[in-house]
Protein backbone atom coordinates (compact mmCIF):
# COMPACT_ATOMS: atom_id res chain seq x y z
CA UNK A 1 0.00 0.00 0.00
CA UNK A 2 1.93 3.20 -0.96
CA UNK A 3 0.17 4.94 1.61
CA UNK A 4 2.43 3.64 4.22
CA UNK A 5 5.65 5.50 3.20
CA UNK A 6 9.36 4.16 4.70
CA UNK A 7 8.93 7.40 7.22
CA UNK A 8 5.94 6.01 8.88
CA UNK A 9 6.76 2.67 8.77
CA UNK A 10 7.62 0.79 12.47
CA UNK A 11 9.30 -2.27 12.36
CA UNK A 12 10.42 -4.86 15.08
CA UNK A 13 11.30 -8.02 16.03
CA UNK A 14 9.32 -8.74 19.12
CA UNK A 15 5.65 -6.96 19.44
CA UNK A 16 6.90 -5.75 22.80
CA UNK A 17 10.22 -4.94 21.84
CA UNK A 18 12.19 -1.49 20.45
CA UNK A 19 11.45 -0.79 17.15
CA UNK A 20 14.61 -1.36 14.55
CA UNK A 21 16.84 1.56 13.67
CA UNK A 22 16.81 2.67 9.64
CA UNK A 23 20.58 1.77 9.42
CA UNK A 24 19.97 -1.45 10.19
CA UNK A 25 20.63 -4.31 8.15
CA UNK A 26 18.88 -7.77 7.46
CA UNK A 27 22.19 -9.47 7.80
CA UNK A 28 22.97 -8.25 11.05
CA UNK A 29 19.78 -9.11 12.88
CA UNK A 30 19.10 -12.31 14.86
CA UNK A 31 16.94 -13.95 12.73
CA UNK A 32 17.36 -17.39 10.96
CA UNK A 33 16.24 -18.45 7.56
CA UNK A 34 12.95 -17.17 7.81
CA UNK A 35 11.88 -13.34 10.04
CA UNK A 36 8.83 -12.18 11.02
CA UNK A 37 8.38 -8.20 11.26
CA UNK A 38 5.60 -6.51 13.09
CA UNK A 39 4.49 -3.37 11.73
CA UNK A 40 3.21 -0.42 13.27
CA UNK A 41 1.98 2.74 11.60
CA UNK A 42 3.16 5.67 13.15
CA UNK A 43 0.57 8.00 11.38
CA UNK A 44 1.07 10.47 9.43
CA UNK A 45 4.86 12.07 9.67
CA UNK A 46 6.42 15.33 9.17
CA UNK A 47 9.80 15.96 8.98
CA UNK A 48 11.87 17.90 11.97
CA UNK A 49 13.43 20.69 9.54
CA UNK A 50 9.72 21.83 8.35
CA UNK A 51 8.57 21.60 12.17
CA UNK A 52 11.06 23.43 13.34
CA UNK A 53 10.74 26.00 10.70
CA UNK A 54 7.38 26.80 11.14
CA UNK A 55 7.27 26.80 15.03
CA UNK A 56 10.41 29.79 14.37
CA UNK A 57 9.19 31.63 11.66
CA UNK A 58 5.40 31.56 13.52
CA UNK A 59 7.31 33.65 16.51
CA UNK A 60 9.34 36.01 14.41
CA UNK A 61 6.13 37.16 12.51
CA UNK A 62 4.13 38.03 15.52
CA UNK A 63 6.32 39.47 17.13
CA UNK A 64 6.33 42.06 14.95
CA UNK A 65 2.71 42.58 14.54
CA UNK A 66 2.13 43.43 17.68
CA UNK A 67 5.29 45.70 17.52
CA UNK A 68 4.05 47.70 14.75
CA UNK A 69 0.69 47.63 16.73
CA UNK A 70 -1.34 46.45 13.93
CA UNK A 71 -5.03 47.39 13.91
CA UNK A 72 -7.67 45.75 16.35
CA UNK A 73 -4.38 44.84 18.24
CA UNK A 74 -4.50 47.94 21.14
CA UNK A 75 -7.03 50.60 21.48
CA UNK A 76 -7.37 52.71 17.56
CA UNK A 77 -5.71 55.76 18.58
CA UNK A 78 -2.33 53.58 19.43
CA UNK A 79 -2.21 52.09 15.90
CA UNK A 80 1.31 52.31 13.86
CA UNK A 81 2.73 54.28 16.88
CA UNK A 82 5.81 53.82 18.20
CA UNK A 83 7.54 53.06 21.83
CA UNK A 84 9.02 56.01 23.59
CA UNK A 85 11.22 53.69 25.24
CA UNK A 86 14.23 52.65 24.44
CA UNK A 87 14.34 49.07 25.60
CA UNK A 88 11.24 48.01 23.18
CA UNK A 89 13.06 47.97 19.74
CA UNK A 90 16.08 46.56 21.65
CA UNK A 91 13.61 43.76 22.64
CA UNK A 92 12.32 43.16 19.48
CA UNK A 93 15.63 43.32 17.15
CA UNK A 94 16.58 40.72 20.28
CA UNK A 95 13.55 38.53 19.99
CA UNK A 96 13.75 38.71 16.41
CA UNK A 97 17.45 38.08 16.06
CA UNK A 98 16.89 34.86 17.96
CA UNK A 99 14.62 33.13 16.33
CA UNK A 100 16.52 34.47 12.67
CA UNK A 101 19.34 32.74 14.25
CA UNK A 102 16.61 29.50 14.98
CA UNK A 103 16.05 29.61 11.31
CA UNK A 104 19.14 29.81 10.30
CA UNK A 105 20.34 27.13 12.04
CA UNK A 106 17.70 24.54 10.78
CA UNK A 107 18.47 25.35 7.68
CA UNK A 108 22.16 25.11 7.69
CA UNK A 109 24.27 23.88 10.72
CA UNK A 110 21.84 21.31 12.57
CA UNK A 111 22.23 17.55 11.38
CA UNK A 112 18.88 16.17 12.74
CA UNK A 113 19.31 12.30 13.73
CA UNK A 114 15.37 11.50 13.35
CA UNK A 115 14.03 12.53 10.15
CA UNK A 116 10.68 12.75 10.94
CA UNK A 117 8.04 13.02 13.89
CA UNK A 118 4.34 12.43 14.14
CA UNK A 119 2.30 15.62 12.49
CA UNK A 120 0.39 15.91 15.07
CA UNK A 121 2.78 17.55 16.58
CA UNK A 122 3.25 20.08 15.15
CA UNK A 123 0.09 21.23 16.39
CA UNK A 124 1.22 21.37 19.93
CA UNK A 125 5.37 22.59 19.39
CA UNK A 126 3.25 25.45 17.15
CA UNK A 127 0.61 26.78 19.33
CA UNK A 128 3.21 26.45 21.94
CA UNK A 129 5.68 28.99 20.79
CA UNK A 130 3.09 31.19 18.87
CA UNK A 131 0.77 31.53 21.94
CA UNK A 132 3.78 32.20 24.11
CA UNK A 133 5.30 34.85 21.36
CA UNK A 134 1.47 36.64 21.19
CA UNK A 135 1.60 36.82 25.13
CA UNK A 136 5.43 38.39 25.55
CA UNK A 137 4.90 40.55 22.54
CA UNK A 138 1.53 41.86 23.54
CA UNK A 139 2.87 43.00 26.66
CA UNK A 140 6.30 44.34 25.82
CA UNK A 141 5.20 46.59 23.12
CA UNK A 142 1.57 47.71 24.96
CA UNK A 143 1.84 51.62 25.17
CA UNK A 144 1.03 51.54 28.87
CA UNK A 145 4.80 48.92 28.80
CA UNK A 146 6.75 49.50 31.81
CA UNK A 147 10.40 50.13 31.62
CA UNK A 148 12.55 47.95 33.71
CA UNK A 149 13.08 49.76 37.65
CA UNK A 150 17.06 50.02 37.26
CA UNK A 151 16.39 51.68 33.51
CA UNK A 152 20.02 52.00 31.22
CA UNK A 153 21.81 49.82 33.49
CA UNK A 154 19.10 47.19 33.48
CA UNK A 155 19.07 47.46 29.58
CA UNK A 156 22.71 46.94 29.06
CA UNK A 157 23.83 44.14 31.53
CA UNK A 158 20.49 42.20 30.18
CA UNK A 159 21.55 42.91 26.41
CA UNK A 160 25.28 42.02 27.35
CA UNK A 161 23.51 38.86 28.86
CA UNK A 162 21.58 37.53 26.43
CA UNK A 163 24.45 38.30 23.43
CA UNK A 164 26.72 35.96 25.00
CA UNK A 165 24.56 33.72 25.48
CA UNK A 166 22.97 34.03 21.81
CA UNK A 167 27.35 33.55 20.52
CA UNK A 168 27.31 30.67 23.05
CA UNK A 169 23.84 28.94 21.35
CA UNK A 170 25.52 28.87 18.20
CA UNK A 171 29.27 28.09 19.14
CA UNK A 172 27.49 24.88 20.86
CA UNK A 173 25.46 24.14 17.75
CA UNK A 174 28.31 24.25 15.33
CA UNK A 175 30.45 22.07 17.46
CA UNK A 176 27.72 19.51 18.20
CA UNK A 177 27.68 20.17 13.54
CA UNK A 178 31.09 19.02 13.79
CA UNK A 179 30.86 15.75 15.26
CA UNK A 180 28.26 14.49 13.16
CA UNK A 181 29.97 13.69 9.96
CA UNK A 182 26.82 12.93 6.83
CA UNK A 183 28.45 9.32 6.08
CA UNK A 184 28.82 7.72 9.05
CA UNK A 185 26.33 7.16 12.43
CA UNK A 186 29.01 7.21 14.89
CA UNK A 187 28.26 8.94 18.47
CA UNK A 188 30.33 10.91 19.49
CA UNK A 189 31.24 12.55 22.88
CA UNK A 190 31.52 16.51 22.81
CA UNK A 191 34.31 18.02 24.05
CA UNK A 192 35.21 21.40 24.65
CA UNK A 193 37.20 23.15 21.37
CA UNK A 194 39.70 26.15 20.64
CA UNK A 195 36.08 28.14 21.29
CA UNK A 196 35.55 29.47 24.77
CA UNK A 197 32.49 29.30 24.14
CA UNK A 198 32.60 25.72 24.04
CA UNK A 199 34.64 25.47 27.25
CA UNK A 200 31.55 24.70 29.21
CA UNK A 201 31.22 21.15 27.76
CA UNK A 202 33.89 20.27 30.31
CA UNK A 203 30.98 20.71 33.17
CA UNK A 204 28.09 20.48 31.28
CA UNK A 205 26.59 17.79 28.73
CA UNK A 206 23.97 19.98 26.79
CA UNK A 207 25.66 23.72 27.01
CA UNK A 208 23.03 24.54 23.98
CA UNK A 209 20.18 24.20 26.54
CA UNK A 210 22.28 26.44 29.02
CA UNK A 211 22.84 28.96 26.74
CA UNK A 212 19.42 29.13 25.68
CA UNK A 213 17.95 29.45 29.41
CA UNK A 214 20.48 32.19 29.69
CA UNK A 215 19.47 33.83 26.69
CA UNK A 216 15.68 34.06 27.96
CA UNK A 217 17.22 35.25 31.36
CA UNK A 218 18.63 37.83 29.69
CA UNK A 219 15.76 38.81 27.78
CA UNK A 220 13.75 38.40 30.72
CA UNK A 221 15.51 40.72 32.75
CA UNK A 222 15.58 43.75 30.16
CA UNK A 223 11.73 43.51 29.31
CA UNK A 224 11.57 42.99 33.11
CA UNK A 225 7.71 40.88 31.95
CA UNK A 226 6.21 38.52 34.00
CA UNK A 227 4.99 36.42 30.66
CA UNK A 228 8.35 36.09 29.62
CA UNK A 229 9.95 35.04 33.27
CA UNK A 230 7.29 32.79 32.41
CA UNK A 231 7.84 31.36 28.88
CA UNK A 232 11.52 31.35 30.59
CA UNK A 233 10.72 28.85 33.22
CA UNK A 234 8.55 26.30 31.44
CA UNK A 235 11.35 26.14 28.84
CA UNK A 236 13.61 25.43 31.24
CA UNK A 237 11.77 22.89 32.74
CA UNK A 238 10.88 21.48 29.60
CA UNK A 239 15.07 21.77 28.28
CA UNK A 240 16.01 20.03 31.94
CA UNK A 241 14.26 16.89 30.80
CA UNK A 242 15.68 16.43 27.85
CA UNK A 243 19.01 17.34 28.87
CA UNK A 244 18.62 14.76 31.67
CA UNK A 245 17.95 12.14 28.80
CA UNK A 246 20.57 12.86 26.71
CA UNK A 247 22.76 12.82 29.44
CA UNK A 248 21.89 9.67 30.73
CA UNK A 249 22.10 8.20 27.06
CA UNK A 250 25.69 9.75 27.27
CA UNK A 251 26.14 7.67 30.25
CA UNK A 252 24.75 4.53 28.89
CA UNK A 253 26.72 5.31 25.37
CA UNK A 254 30.32 5.42 26.78
CA UNK A 255 31.80 4.08 29.33
CA UNK A 256 34.61 6.83 29.54
CA UNK A 257 32.12 9.76 29.68
CA UNK A 258 33.21 12.30 31.88
CA UNK A 259 32.26 12.39 35.26
CA UNK A 260 32.43 15.86 36.36
CA UNK A 261 29.84 17.06 33.81
CA UNK A 262 26.21 17.82 34.87
CA UNK A 263 23.40 17.49 32.46
CA UNK A 264 22.44 21.51 32.28
CA UNK A 265 23.75 23.26 35.29
CA UNK A 266 27.76 22.98 36.13
CA UNK A 267 27.65 20.88 39.88
CA UNK A 268 23.70 21.49 39.91
CA UNK A 269 21.33 20.03 37.60
CA UNK B 1 16.93 -27.69 53.42
CA UNK B 2 20.09 -25.70 53.14
CA UNK B 3 20.69 -23.09 55.23
CA UNK B 4 20.85 -20.98 51.96
CA UNK B 5 17.70 -21.56 51.06
CA UNK B 6 15.78 -20.90 53.99
CA UNK B 7 18.10 -16.98 54.38
CA UNK B 8 16.56 -16.71 51.00
CA UNK B 9 13.21 -17.30 51.83
CA UNK B 10 13.50 -15.00 55.15
CA UNK B 11 14.54 -11.72 52.65
CA UNK B 12 11.35 -12.70 51.07
CA UNK B 13 8.86 -12.63 53.74
CA UNK B 14 10.26 -9.65 55.46
CA UNK B 15 9.38 -7.66 52.20
CA UNK B 16 5.98 -9.17 51.90
CA UNK B 17 5.63 -8.31 55.45
CA UNK B 18 6.36 -5.00 55.11
CA UNK B 19 4.38 -4.73 51.80
CA UNK B 20 1.27 -6.21 53.87
CA UNK B 21 1.45 -3.93 56.68
CA UNK B 22 2.10 -1.04 54.36
CA UNK B 23 -1.61 -2.50 52.83
CA UNK B 24 -2.96 -2.87 55.90
CA UNK B 25 -2.18 0.95 57.25
CA UNK B 26 -3.32 1.92 53.56
CA UNK B 27 -6.67 -0.02 53.63
CA UNK B 28 -7.23 1.50 57.73
CA UNK B 29 -6.61 5.14 57.00
CA UNK B 30 -8.78 5.36 53.85
CA UNK B 31 -11.57 3.43 56.15
CA UNK B 32 -11.61 6.29 58.38
CA UNK B 33 -11.27 8.49 55.25
CA UNK B 34 -14.08 7.56 53.76
CA UNK B 35 -16.34 6.86 56.83
CA UNK B 36 -15.58 10.56 58.13
CA UNK B 37 -16.07 12.15 54.82
CA UNK B 38 -19.21 10.11 54.40
CA UNK B 39 -20.34 11.70 57.96
CA UNK B 40 -19.50 15.13 57.10
CA UNK B 41 -21.93 15.23 53.86
CA UNK B 42 -24.67 12.96 55.74
CA UNK B 43 -24.33 16.49 58.75
CA UNK B 44 -24.33 19.16 55.52
CA UNK B 45 -27.33 16.94 54.56
CA UNK B 46 -29.20 16.78 57.17
CA UNK B 47 -28.50 20.57 57.78
CA UNK B 48 -29.59 22.12 54.42
CA UNK B 49 -33.51 20.00 54.98
CA UNK B 50 -33.40 21.62 58.77
CA UNK B 51 -32.89 24.83 57.31
CA UNK B 52 -35.12 24.71 54.58
CA UNK B 53 -38.14 22.82 56.97
CA UNK B 54 -37.36 25.44 59.43
CA UNK B 55 -37.46 28.64 57.81
CA UNK B 56 -39.12 27.32 54.40
CA UNK B 57 -36.91 29.15 52.24
CA UNK B 58 -33.52 28.35 50.53
CA UNK B 59 -32.55 31.85 51.62
CA UNK B 60 -29.62 32.48 53.91
CA UNK B 61 -29.02 28.70 53.45
CA UNK B 62 -25.46 28.52 51.88
CA UNK B 63 -24.68 30.99 54.33
CA UNK B 64 -25.84 28.65 56.90
CA UNK B 65 -23.87 25.50 55.48
CA UNK B 66 -21.04 27.41 54.26
CA UNK B 67 -18.28 26.58 56.26
CA UNK B 68 -18.82 22.85 56.55
CA UNK B 69 -18.84 22.99 53.09
CA UNK B 70 -15.51 24.47 52.76
CA UNK B 71 -14.03 21.95 55.30
CA UNK B 72 -15.06 18.89 54.17
CA UNK B 73 -14.84 19.54 50.31
CA UNK B 74 -11.27 20.98 51.21
CA UNK B 75 -10.35 18.33 52.49
CA UNK B 76 -11.16 15.93 49.78
CA UNK B 77 -8.08 17.38 48.13
CA UNK B 78 -6.24 14.19 50.52
CA UNK B 79 -7.66 12.26 47.61
CA UNK B 80 -4.98 13.74 44.98
CA UNK B 81 -2.69 12.46 47.10
CA UNK B 82 -4.24 8.92 47.47
CA UNK B 83 -4.02 8.85 43.78
CA UNK B 84 -0.38 10.07 43.70
CA UNK B 85 1.17 7.81 46.20
CA UNK B 86 -0.82 4.67 44.21
CA UNK B 87 -3.04 3.19 47.87
CA UNK B 88 -5.93 4.53 45.19
CA UNK B 89 -5.63 3.09 41.39
CA UNK B 90 -7.29 6.07 39.84
CA UNK B 91 -6.12 8.51 37.30
CA UNK B 92 -4.38 11.84 39.46
CA UNK B 93 -5.10 13.84 36.70
CA UNK B 94 -8.48 12.62 36.78
CA UNK B 95 -9.40 13.22 40.21
CA UNK B 96 -7.50 16.21 40.01
CA UNK B 97 -9.30 17.93 37.61
CA UNK B 98 -12.34 16.63 39.88
CA UNK B 99 -11.15 18.40 42.99
CA UNK B 100 -9.82 21.32 41.21
CA UNK B 101 -13.16 22.28 39.80
CA UNK B 102 -14.85 21.85 43.15
CA UNK B 103 -11.80 24.07 45.49
CA UNK B 104 -12.62 26.74 42.79
CA UNK B 105 -16.56 27.04 42.67
CA UNK B 106 -16.36 26.76 46.45
CA UNK B 107 -13.04 29.29 47.01
CA UNK B 108 -13.20 31.30 43.99
CA UNK B 109 -16.86 31.92 43.42
CA UNK B 110 -19.68 30.93 45.81
CA UNK B 111 -17.20 32.23 48.77
CA UNK B 112 -15.97 35.14 47.19
CA UNK B 113 -18.53 36.71 45.39
CA UNK B 114 -21.59 37.12 47.92
CA UNK B 115 -24.22 38.50 45.75
CA UNK B 116 -25.02 34.77 44.14
CA UNK B 117 -24.98 32.82 47.67
CA UNK B 118 -28.64 33.17 47.32
CA UNK B 119 -29.34 32.36 43.91
CA UNK B 120 -31.23 28.73 42.98
CA UNK B 121 -28.06 27.09 40.63
CA UNK B 122 -26.52 27.31 44.27
CA UNK B 123 -28.62 25.36 45.76
CA UNK B 124 -29.15 23.17 42.72
CA UNK B 125 -25.34 21.96 42.58
CA UNK B 126 -25.08 21.94 46.14
CA UNK B 127 -27.90 19.43 46.73
CA UNK B 128 -26.36 17.51 43.67
CA UNK B 129 -22.59 17.32 45.40
CA UNK B 130 -23.91 16.13 48.70
CA UNK B 131 -26.33 13.46 46.86
CA UNK B 132 -23.20 12.80 44.98
CA UNK B 133 -20.47 12.25 47.87
CA UNK B 134 -22.57 10.48 49.96
CA UNK B 135 -23.26 8.06 47.74
CA UNK B 136 -19.56 7.96 46.61
CA UNK B 137 -18.11 7.75 49.96
CA UNK B 138 -19.95 4.75 51.20
CA UNK B 139 -19.29 3.01 48.04
CA UNK B 140 -15.56 3.52 49.09
CA UNK B 141 -16.46 2.21 53.14
CA UNK B 142 -18.82 -0.33 52.20
CA UNK B 143 -16.18 -1.67 49.31
CA UNK B 144 -13.02 -1.66 51.56
CA UNK B 145 -15.17 -3.59 54.28
CA UNK B 146 -15.60 -5.96 51.40
CA UNK B 147 -19.68 -5.87 52.61
CA UNK B 148 -20.98 -3.16 49.74
CA UNK B 149 -24.84 -3.71 49.53
CA UNK B 150 -25.73 -3.98 45.48
CA UNK B 151 -28.07 -0.68 46.11
CA UNK B 152 -25.27 1.55 47.10
CA UNK B 153 -23.05 -0.15 43.79
CA UNK B 154 -26.38 0.70 41.66
CA UNK B 155 -26.63 4.27 43.33
CA UNK B 156 -23.08 5.01 42.22
CA UNK B 157 -22.95 3.95 38.64
CA UNK B 158 -26.39 4.93 37.68
CA UNK B 159 -26.83 7.88 39.54
CA UNK B 160 -24.24 10.02 38.07
CA UNK B 161 -26.46 9.75 34.59
CA UNK B 162 -28.85 12.36 36.42
CA UNK B 163 -26.11 14.16 38.76
CA UNK B 164 -23.19 15.28 36.72
CA UNK B 165 -25.36 17.29 34.38
CA UNK B 166 -27.68 18.75 36.84
CA UNK B 167 -24.70 19.67 38.68
CA UNK B 168 -22.97 21.24 35.82
CA UNK B 169 -26.12 23.46 34.85
CA UNK B 170 -25.78 24.93 38.45
CA UNK B 171 -22.28 25.48 38.54
CA UNK B 172 -22.52 27.30 35.51
CA UNK B 173 -25.59 29.04 35.93
CA UNK B 174 -23.54 29.86 38.99
CA UNK B 175 -20.58 31.47 37.43
CA UNK B 176 -22.75 33.09 34.96
CA UNK B 177 -24.75 35.26 37.57
CA UNK B 178 -21.51 36.15 39.49
CA UNK B 179 -20.15 37.49 36.06
CA UNK B 180 -21.79 41.10 36.19
CA UNK B 181 -20.44 41.54 39.93
CA UNK B 182 -17.14 40.26 38.93
CA UNK B 183 -17.06 43.21 36.07
CA UNK B 184 -18.34 45.70 38.34
CA UNK B 185 -16.03 45.18 41.28
CA UNK B 186 -12.81 44.21 39.50
CA UNK B 187 -12.06 41.79 41.99
CA UNK B 188 -9.05 39.59 41.55
CA UNK B 189 -7.55 41.33 38.76
CA UNK B 190 -4.87 43.25 37.80
CA UNK B 191 -4.42 46.01 35.31
CA UNK B 192 -1.73 47.55 33.29
CA UNK B 193 -0.01 49.70 33.95
CA UNK B 194 2.08 48.16 36.59
CA UNK B 195 6.49 46.96 36.94
CA UNK B 196 5.40 43.73 36.01
CA UNK B 197 4.11 44.36 32.63
CA UNK B 198 1.43 41.55 32.96
CA UNK B 199 -2.49 42.08 33.32
CA UNK B 200 -5.13 39.78 34.77
CA UNK B 201 -9.34 40.02 34.16
CA UNK B 202 -11.23 37.58 36.13
CA UNK B 203 -14.08 38.52 34.38
CA UNK B 204 -12.86 36.84 31.27
CA UNK B 205 -10.88 34.22 33.18
CA UNK B 206 -14.26 33.09 34.88
CA UNK B 207 -16.22 33.23 30.82
CA UNK B 208 -12.63 30.77 29.94
CA UNK B 209 -14.20 28.68 32.78
CA UNK B 210 -17.01 28.19 30.99
CA UNK B 211 -15.75 27.53 27.71
CA UNK B 212 -13.29 24.90 29.18
CA UNK B 213 -16.81 23.09 30.58
CA UNK B 214 -17.47 22.45 26.81
CA UNK B 215 -14.60 20.00 26.34
CA UNK B 216 -13.87 18.44 29.76
CA UNK B 217 -17.16 17.91 30.23
CA UNK B 218 -17.92 15.48 27.79
CA UNK B 219 -14.74 13.36 28.66
CA UNK B 220 -15.01 13.23 32.37
CA UNK B 221 -19.21 11.86 31.80
CA UNK B 222 -17.91 9.37 29.08
CA UNK B 223 -15.35 8.35 31.58
CA UNK B 224 -17.82 7.24 34.36
CA UNK B 225 -19.84 6.26 31.37
CA UNK B 226 -17.28 3.61 30.55
CA UNK B 227 -16.35 2.43 34.15
CA UNK B 228 -19.99 1.89 34.58
CA UNK B 229 -20.20 -0.19 31.49
CA UNK B 230 -16.87 -2.42 32.83
CA UNK B 231 -18.66 -3.25 36.11
CA UNK B 232 -21.88 -3.80 35.36
CA UNK B 233 -20.51 -5.99 32.02
CA UNK B 234 -17.94 -7.74 33.89
CA UNK B 235 -20.95 -8.38 36.61
CA UNK B 236 -23.49 -9.82 33.53
CA UNK B 237 -20.67 -12.12 32.67
CA UNK B 238 -19.93 -14.08 36.29
CA UNK B 239 -23.58 -14.35 36.13
CA UNK B 240 -23.86 -15.66 32.95
CA UNK B 241 -20.85 -18.40 34.07
CA UNK B 242 -22.91 -19.32 37.06
Redesign the interface.
Known sequence: DPHWYPARQSLRLDPKGKPLRDEEILQELPVGTTATFYFRDLGAQISWGTVFLIECIGPLVIYLLFYFRLPLIYAPKYEFTASKHLVVPIACVCHSFHYMKRIVETLFVHRLSHSTMPLRNIFKNCSYHWCFAAWMAY??N?P???PP?YGEKQVKAALAIFLFCQLGSFSIHMALRNLKLPSCKIKKIPYPTKNPFTWIFALVSCPNYTYELGSWLGFTLM?????VLFFTVVGFIQMTVWAKGKHRSYLKEFKEYPTLRSPILPFIL | MASGEEDGTVEEKETNNKKRTKGTIATAWLTFYNIAMTAGWLVLAVAMVRYYLQKGTHKGLYRNIARTLKFFQTFALLEVGHCAIGIVRTSVIVTGVQVCSRIFMVWFVTNSIRQIQNEESVILFVVVWTITEITRYSFYTFNLLNHLPYFIKWARYNMFIVMYPLGVIGELLTIHASLPYVRRSGMYSLR????????FDYYYFLIIVMLSYIPLFPQLYFHMLRQRRRVLHGEIIVEKDE
Open positions: YIHLYTYTQCVP | LPNKYNVS
